[in-house]
C-alpha cells in the first residue's frame, strides 16, 4: 500500500480539532481517518480527546479543573484493563 498523501502523527494532532468539530475539508477527513485506522497512537489520542470533550464539554486547550482532571484519569486506567 502507498499512500500518496499520508499524515504524520503530529499532522492529525494539528487537525484533530477540526476533525472533532467536523470542519476538516474532505480531503483532510479522508487522510486523518486514514491515518487513525492504521495509527494505534492516534486512535488512543482521538478517543482521549472524545473522553475529554465528554467529560468537560469543550475542546481541551484551556483549563481543565482538577476534578474534571481526576475523571479523565480513572477513565483513562480503564483502557489497560481490556
Ligand atoms: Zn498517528
Given at each position: 500500500m502507498s499512500a500518496v498523501e499520508e499524515l504524520s502523527c503530529q499532522e492529525l494532532v494539528e487537525l484533530v480539532t477540526d476533525y472533532l468539530e467536523h470542519a476538516l475539508e474532505p480531503g483532510d477527513l479522508r487522510r486523518s481517518e486514514e491515518h487513525i485506522a492504521a495509527c494505534g497512537k492516534?486512535?488512543?489520542y482521538l478517543r482521549q480527546m472524545r473522553q475529554t470533550i465528554m467529560v468537560t464539554?469543550?475542546?481541551p486547550g484551556g483549563e481543565i479543573s482538577a476534578e474534571a482532571e481526576q475523571?479523565?484519569?480513572q477513565v483513562f486506567s480503564g483502557w489497560s484493563s481490556t
Amino acid at each position: 500500500m502507498s499512500a500518496v498523501e499520508e499524515l504524520s502523527c503530529q499532522e492529525l494532532v494539528e487537525l484533530v480539532t477540526d476533525y472533532l468539530e467536523h470542519a476538516l475539508e474532505p480531503g483532510d477527513l479522508r487522510r486523518s481517518e486514514e491515518h487513525i485506522a492504521a495509527c494505534g497512537k492516534c486512535t488512543v489520542y482521538l478517543r482521549q480527546m472524545r473522553q475529554t470533550i465528554m467529560v468537560t464539554g469543550a475542546l481541551p486547550g484551556g483549563e481543565i479543573s482538577a476534578e474534571a482532571e481526576q475523571q479523565l484519569l480513572q477513565v483513562f486506567s480503564g483502557w489497560s484493563s481490556t
